[in-house]
């Protein structure tokens, strides 16, 4: 079993849905969780952390439930632009500051 | 913002050269880290570096080894480039305090060996 495992999409929504995205991730020892976006060729961007209690930004909503150890994004009144890759990143468990990243989950939103 | 800027964006050279991957970062994070991107394959630490001439392998470090002289800068080096390191390269860095600091990419290298 992967350490952080993501559905690789693609997912195609129009403009305007709401989507989620879920990463599981198997060290239950691990504290720090992240959102990233990567478009096609370029460096992944911080998109957001992910707290215990949850968190949002504008229209991103980050979960994270350790009991079933995954973590999810939910994108809502998606837009053109939110076509990317959507990457998660768990650190690898305890103080540790590496991080294990998921393959990524491709959103295609179409007009 | 953070600024991690790596040396080339795209850079060619050829089976048995010395390449040298330069990462220079203006946070003055303590940790820093170099990473492959592979289609199919996601993104593998190759080499991390805690602070200035510390380092640790990460999960891919064969046919890799790296610097840091510096503190804003960890330099990547192939010491012979074979086929199967053509990959795009991305350096990251973050402070040295709290699990909870995300990391910070530059924008990668493009690295195609012949």
């Known amino acids: 079993r992967k350490e952080v495992e993501q559905d690789p999409g693609p997912f195609n929504v129009p403009e305007g849905a709401t989507v989620a995205f879920n990463c599981t991730y198997s060290?239950?020892?691990?504290?720090?969780f992240f959102w990233y976006r990567q478009d096609c060729r370029k460096e992944p961007k911080l998109l957001m952390s992910?707290?215990?209690s949850g968190n949002e930004d504008g229209r991103f909503t980050a979960q994270l439930n350790r009991a079933s150890q995954y973590i999810s994004l939910l994108i809502r009144d998606s837009k053109l632009s939110d076509s990317a890759t959507y990457l998660c990143?768990?650190?690898?468990?305890?103080?540790?500051?590496?991080?294990?990243f998921g393959s990524g989950t491709r959103l295609l939103v179409r007009p | 913002d953070v600024k991690v800027t790596q040396s080339s964006r795209y850079l060619v050279k050829r089976t048995g050269e010395k390449v040298f991957l330069e990462c220079v970062q203006d946070?003055?994070?303590?940790?820093m880290f170099w990473y492959r991107q592979d289609p199919g394959l996601g993104l593998r630490l190759i080499y991390f570096?805690?602070?200035?001439?510390?380092?640790e392998k990460g999960d891919i470090p064969e046919g890799y080894s790296v610097s840091r002289e510096k503190k804003e800068r960890f330099s990547l080096i192939l010491e012979s480039a074979s086929t199967n390191q053509t990959s795009m390269y991305l350096c990251?860095?973050?402070?040295?305090?709290?699990?909870?600091?995300?990391?910070?990419f530059g924008d990668g290298t493009r690295l195609s060996i012949l």
């Open positions: 570096s805690y602070d200035v001439k510390m380092k």
């Open positions: 992910v707290y215990s």
């Open positions: 990251a860095s973050r402070p040295g305090t709290g699990v909870s600091q995300p990391q910070h």
């Open positions: 060290n239950s020892a691990s504290q720090s």
């Open positions: 990143a768990v650190n690898k468990g305890g103080s540790s500051y590496k991080l294990i």
């Open positions: 946070m003055d994070h303590e940790n």
